[in-house]
């Protein structure tokens, strides 16, 4: 099945997890992890959770099943959700009606630097058939480069968002530097903390590299902090206009950085601290936040 089929439900397993009702790919590297119950992404879940309050505005740009986005929900006032792989955004879809959740603004969109339509790769998925890994998806490359010729919806995230914004984070395998060139009104405008993976063989993809895409970011008048994890590549970014009260609040997370590492080399290029809730976040063995 890929991105162009018409979606069958039945492929999706409906799971209770932490809590909340999720449905996932049973032969999907992340649908298993979370049929068997581990945590997923905690470092990223306790950063929401400590910095997302009822008035908040959380954007989510690659929301895979909608984890963050429905756990955000609980917490914060709005989520805008963009997921622009068909299957995953149909499976997304049911678990907001199961959650009987209203405050998600959900988009079968890729977020960009222009409007175009494009082409998802395709996600070759079998029932029980064999294993996928439905988070290393991007958008085809080639769809870029010629006329509206694709099935999927592109956009800027400043076409999109007027109100304010409070927190964004990007996970498109590589696009993230497309997805900052469309959002420069809203970052300069609300300066929201953004939420970014930062892996160099996913950037190299479409061109560019962790240095480059750092150096973006440091443009914008945002502080980097590698979000610390066994798989180090999310950072978080904070305007510098909201250091101080940033740093005030997570003076006892925020830590150097010892040692550089292959993902991204962020030490090298000048990113010298890390947030580091605890080891059991860190390594990913923590059994709940709540």
């Known amino acids: 099945m890929n991105n162009r089929c018409i979606i069958d439900i039945s492929n999706f397993k409906k799971i209770k997890f932490h809590g909340l009702y999720l449905n996932v790919l049973p032969n999907d590297w992340m649908g298993m992890s979370m049929i068997s119950n581990k945590l997923f992404e905690p470092h990223i879940t306790k950063f929401l959770l400590n910095e997302l309050n009822s008035d908040s505005c959380f954007v989510d740009i690659g929301s895979n099943y909608g984890y963050h986005s429905i756990v955000a929900s609980k917490f914060c006032k709005t989520v805008y959700s963009f997921e622009p792989q068909k299957i995953i955004y149909e499976s997304q879809k049911i678990s907001i009606d199961d959650n009987k959740i209203s405050n998600i603004n959900l988009y079968n969109y890729a977020i960009g630097d222009h409007k175009k339509l494009i082409k998802m790769m395709d996600i070759e998925y079998v029932g029980g058939g064999n294993e996928i890994n439905v988070g ?6 080639e769809s870029l480069e010629v006329s509206d010729t694709g099935d999927t919806e592109m956009h800027t995230l400043d076409s999109l968002i007027k109100n304010k914004i409070d927190i964004i984070k990007i ?4 696009f993230e530097k497309f997805v900052l060139q469309g959002s420069m009104n809203v970052i300069s405008l609300f300066k929201p903390s953004i939420i970014v993976e930062i892996e160099n063989h996913q950037l190299g993809k479409f061109g560019y590299n962790s240095e480059q895409l750092f150096s973006i970011i440091k443009k914008l008048n945002y502080n980097i902090y590698l979000l610390d994890s066994f798989y180090p590549s999310d950072f978080v970014c904070i305007s510098k206009d909201k250091k101080y009260d940033f740093q005030n609040k997570n003076k006892e997370f925020i830590k150097p950085i010892l040692t550089d590492n292959g993902l991204n080399n962020c030490l090298s290029y000048g990113i010298t601290e890390k947030i580091s809730y605890s080891d059991e976040i ?4 923590i059994k709940s936040l709540w």
């Open 136 to 141: 290393e998806t991007s958008i085809n490359k």
């Open 171 to 174: 996970d498109v395998q590589g």
């Open 282 to 285: 860190t390594h990913h063995t």
